[in-house]
C-alpha cells in the first residue's frame, strides 16, 4: 500500500502544472490610455465601489481604494448621462469601473468553474481593464437612496439578466430607464448583467493592470 501511495505521489509531481493564464499580450494599433477619476470630473456623481468593501462576493476588499476611473471618451459620455438624469429626479450611482487586470485574475481564480460564466476569462481579459466598463444603477436624488433593482449587483442568478421578467413593474421601470439613457450615449448593457455596460469605443484600448495608486 505504502508502496502504490508512493508511485502515485511521485506520479502527482511529474503531471504538468495548470497553466495559469497571463495577461493577454495584443497587438494592433491602440489608443494611448488617458484613465479619469470620475469624481473629479464631476464631484455630483455618487460612488459606492464595493470592491474596496468587504461587500462583494469575495467577502473581502479587492481594491486598496474607493476610486473610479474611466477612460476620458467614456468617462465624459457618462457624466453626461448622469446630467441628463436629473431632470428625472435620479443621478447615477457608480459601483465599479476600471479594474487592474490582477483583479480579474483573482476573481476567476476564486470563483468555482461552474460560476465562471459570471467573471471574466483573465485570459482574454475584461472591458473593466480597457477602462471602458462601468457597473452603476440610479441613484434617487429625492430620498438620497440607491433605487431597487430586480436583482442585487453581483447576483450571480438568472435575475440579474437585463432581459429578466421578474421584479416588480416599478423595478423594471428603472432598469428600462437606465438602460435607455446609457444607451442614448454609445454603452452596450451586459446581456447577463442589467448594472453593466460597455463603451462603444472599448476595442481601441489595452487591457491595463496599473494599480489605482498612479492614478492621479
Not at 479619469?36 to 462583494?56: C, F, M, P
Not at 437612496?145 to 432581459?163: G, Q
Not at 448593457?189 to 455596460?197: C, K, L, N, Q, S
Amino acid at each position: 500500500m505504502r508502496l502504490r501511495f508512493l508511485t502515485f505521489s511521485l506520479f502527482c509531481t511529474l503531471l504538468p502544472a495548470a497553466p495559469v493564464p497571463a495577461q493577454p499580450r495584443e497587438r494592433g494599433d491602440f489608443r494611448a490610455s488617458d484613465l479619469v477619476e470620475l469624481v473629479r470630473l464631476d464631484s455630483t456623481l455618487h460612488l459606492d465601489i464595493r470592491y474596496a468593501t468587504k461587500d462583494n462576493f469575495m467577502k473581502r476588499p479587492v481594491y486598496p481604494e474607493a476610486r473610479a476611473f474611466l477612460q476620458r471618451p467614456a468617462a465624459e459620455a457618462l457624466l453626461r448621462v448622469h446630467r441628463k438624469l436629473r431632470s428625472r429626479g435620479f443621478g447615477l450611482l457608480v459601483l465599479d469601473a476600471y479594474r487592474p487586470w490582477s483583479v480579474t485574475k483573482k476573481f476567476w481564480d476564486e470563483t468555482p468553474p461552474s460560476l465562471h460564466r459570471f467573471v471574466a476569462n483573465p485570459s482574454k481579459g475584461s472591458r473593466h481593464n480597457r477602462g471602458c466598463a462601468v457597473d452603476c444603477t440610479l441613484y434617487d436624488l429625492k430620498v438620497g437612496k440607491e433605487v431597487r433593482m430586480p436583482s442585487a449587483y453581483d447576483e450571480f442568478t438568472v435575475r440579474a439578466s437585463p432581459r429578466y421578467d421578474g421584479g416588480s413593474p416599478e423595478e423594471r421601470r428603472m432598469r428600462a430607464l437606465l438602460r435607455a439613457s446609457m444607451e442614448e450615449e454609445g454603452f452596450t448593457v451586459d446581456p447577463g448583467e442589467w448594472w453593466h455596460y460597455d463603451y462603444r469605443d472599448w476595442k481601441h484600448y489595452r487591457v491595463l493592470d496599473i494599480p489605482f495608486g498612479p492614478l492621479r
